[in-house]
Every structure is written in C-alpha cells, then in structure tokens.
C-alpha cells in the first residue's frame, strides 16, 4: 500500500505530462505523501502552480532556486522511499543511465536510496532507437522498475509504442515498487465477477458481482510478489498489472478453468459470485415475444468451491467468500466446514458500502482455526491487504 509512503515524482519534459496532473491526484488519495520535482522542460508543459495545488507542496525544479539550500537534492533524496520519473524522456532516461547529473531529476537520482521506477514516453522510432533500449537493459540491471509504454496513436501523428501508460497503472506500478514482496514464489489462482448464464443467444440470467474485490485482490497479491492468475467472469474491469487474466463466460467455463489452474496453486481464493443456476435449456435462436413469456426450467451449475475444497491438498490453501443478507456468522460457518475452506470472508451485502458494485465493503474474516475478525468498511484494496496478512499469518 501506499499510505505514508514518501513518494518523490519527477517530472520531464514530454506531453505526456499532463497526465501526471491525475496521478498526483490518485497517490494523494491513495495516502501517499507526493513531492514533485519538474526538469526545466517539463514547466513548459504543465504549470509548476498546477502540481503545487495539488500536492500542496512547492514544486522543485533547478537546484538552486531561490529559497532553498545548496543540499536541497540530498534532503530530498534521503526522505523519498520511491523516486517515479514520470514521463521519462529520452533525454532522463540517457542522462540517468550514464550518470550524468546537470539538473535537480538526475541528480536526484544518483543521490537518492529509494526504490525507482521510470517510466518511458516519447516518439516510437526514438523509442525504439538502440541507445535508448540500451540505456533501458542499463538501468534495468541496476534494479530500476522499467514501466513499458503503451502501444497507440502518439501526440506527434505516429503509431507505436511510445504511449505513457494511464495515471491508474502507473499508481499500480509505483505500489508494486515499494511493497514487500512476502508471497514471492508463491503462484494465486484468484476467480472474479459474475457468470452469465444465456437463456438464448441475446438474453442470459447473472447477478450484481462487478469482480472489483477479486480483481482488487489480484492486484494486491501481485504487489506482494505473487504470480497471479485471475479467473474472471465478465466485467469491465481492467486486468490488475502483471496478472494473467483468463476470461470465461459461464459457471461451466469457469469450473474448467479452475480446474486448470488449481492444480499448480499454492493459494486459491474464490471471490467469483458463480449463478448457482442455469436454464436447463440454451435457446439456439431469439425467443419472440410474440409466442409469450417462456418457462424456463433450471438446473444446478457445478459447486466449484466444493469441487476445489474436496481436491485441496495439504500444501493448498484456500479462501472462500460468503455474501449472506442473514445470519451471516452462522452462514459463514457452515460453508467454512462444508467446503473445507482455511478461511472465509464473509459480508452483509444488504449494507450499505458492503454489497456488489461498490469500491468498498463490510467483512468478517473467519479462519478454520483461530479468531473471528471483524473489520470496519474498508475500500477492496484495503481489505484485500488485510486477507492476504492474514493468510500469510496461517500459510507461511
């Protein structure tokens, strides 16, 4: 997570810039304590006022203006625990992967022990040019976190790679950079969303699951140093950076996958809201209204959380969610015995800020053995942190 985190942001001077304007803005509300530092070239892109309302922080951009210490560069090196130079031109990128320091960004640079992480913008074929890839592998193997571009139409007219990546990944990327990565060389199997079950080829039966708290947790567990695969049903979510994102449609699919999946998982956490029926007849062409409303006869879909907790090995662990309108400890606690759960997160999804489609939610985290927690509402991501602590408190 980033809250409290120190985060210096550098600023160079490419269009993409405006940009950044947002990604301030997502740090801050992240919790995250945002310094921005601007090349020269960069003010002439954004207005130095700009970052400095929204950071409520004076912006940095020559060494020695007027005001500050001749140490101001170390002072700022020393507090940061991330430098994130975003956009980084060409030009940054030449300049830090050789060392050379004749501005305030790159001798922040040299001068700083925080994690970096830099991220390209600029003209495909300067992208593409062999000495800016060089300087690239360069800083890579320094343990810099490269963020490719993104592929697209640029501002200067071309195609190609070049696109500075959307202010939401980059925050992403940022959390990737500083958090411990305490599940490194574990492998999640994370299932999201609904299933969409079809009536005929227009119309199909689904529920209210948007999959933002399997896809929150897919992107906390990828933070933390898992390798992630999300099972989603189908939403409009974007996939979580780093995660392997497998789409299915229909309770069906997603049981196949699962069973896929699950055998090379050491954690598995079941966050899909999977119908628990299907019509038992899929109409192979629109049914008219004309020949009245159709009866629709139903059919169990498969129970793969059942499936998942019957084949669990011993070196396996696995999560499952309950989203109850009553009872909801009781109802928790029995599909935590009849499913052979480790854990369960259980939710009133008839309160407010803890139902379907919200960025929030209200749980009780039941484990097999040891104490029942109860949590106030937190956003997903928030609470995704507080599942994962507590399953790497239960699975080591």
């Known amino acids: 997570m980033l809250k409290n985190r120190q985060v210096l942001l550098g600023v160079s001077g490419g269009i993409a810039a405006y940009?950044?304007?947002?990604?301030?803005?997502?740090?801050?509300r992240a919790g995250a304590k945002v310094q921005v530092v601007m090349t020269e070239n960069a003010a002439r892109f954004v207005n130095p006022l700009t970052f400095e309302t929204l950071s409520q922080k004076p912006v940095h951009i020559?060494?020695?203006?007027?005001?500050?210490?001749?140490?101001?560069?170390?002072?700022?090196?020393?507090?940061?625990?991330?430098?994130?130079?975003?956009?980084?031109?060409?030009?940054?990128?030449?300049?830090?992967?050789?060392?050379?320091?004749?501005?305030?960004?790159?001798t922040l640079y040299l001068a700083t022990k925080a994690k970096v992480l830099v991220c390209p913008a600029m003209n495909v074929n300067m992208y593409e040019h062999p000495a800016v890839q060089d300087n690239l592998i360069n800083l890579k193997s320094r343990g810099v976190m490269v963020l490719e571009p993104?592929?697209?139409?640029?501002?200067?007219?071309?195609e190609g790679k070049g696109r500075l990546p959307e202010p939401e990944v980059i925050l992403?990327?940022?959390?990737?950079?500083?958090?411990?990565?305490?599940?490194?060389?574990?492998?999640?199997?994370?299932?999201?969303?609904?299933?969409?079950?079809?009536?005929?080829?227009?119309r199909f039966i689904s529920n209210r699951s948007?999959?933002?708290?399997?896809?929150?947790?897919?992107?906390?567990?990828?933070?933390?140093?898992a390798e992630v695969i999300l099972i989603s049903g189908p939403t409009n979510l974007r996939a979580p950076l780093g995660v392997k994102l497998v789409r299915v449609e229909n309770a069906e699919q997603m049981m196949k996958a699962c069973a896929k999946y699950s055998q090379d998982a050491d954690v598995i956490i079941k966050a899909a809201a999977v119908a628990d029926f299907t019509p038992r007849i899929k109409a192979g062409a629109k049914i008219k209204k004309e020949k009245g409303a159709p009866v629709l006869e139903f059919t169990r879909t498969p129970d793969i959380l059942g499936e998942l907790g019957s084949r669990k090995r011993k070196d396996q662990f696995l999560v499952g969610f309950a989203a109850e309108t009553e009872d909801?400890?009781?109802?928790?606690?029995k599909k935590l015995k009849e499913k052979n759960l480790d854990l369960i997160v259980a939710n009133d999804v008839s309160k407010k800020g803890a139902g379907f489609d919200v960025d929030t939610n209200i749980a009780t985290i039941l484990p097999r053995a040891g104490r029942t927690e109860y949590l106030p509402k937190l956003t997903k991501l928030e609470l995704s942190y507080k599942i994962l602590d507590k399953i790497i408190k239960l699975f080591p």
């Open 19 to 28: 940009k950044i304007c947002e990604l301030v803005r997502l740090l801050i």
């Open 150 to 158: 993104d592929s697209g139409e640029l501002a200067c007219g071309w």
């Open 62 to 106: 020559r060494m020695f203006d007027s005001g500050t210490g001749p140490l101001k560069h170390i002072e700022l090196a020393d507090k940061a625990e991330l430098l994130a130079i975003a956009p980084a031109t060409a030009d940054i990128i030449g300049k830090i992967a050789n060392g050379v320091a004749d501005d305030l960004l790159s």
């Open 328 to 333: 909801l400890v009781k109802n928790a606690q």
């Open 172 to 202: 992403e990327a940022c959390e990737y950079a500083v958090v411990e990565k305490d599940f490194s060389g574990k492998m999640f199997m994370i299932t999201a969303g609904p299933t969409r079950e079809a009536i005929d080829p227009v």
């Open 210 to 225: 948007s999959g933002k708290m399997g896809y929150a947790l897919s992107r906390a567990a990828k933070a933390r140093g």
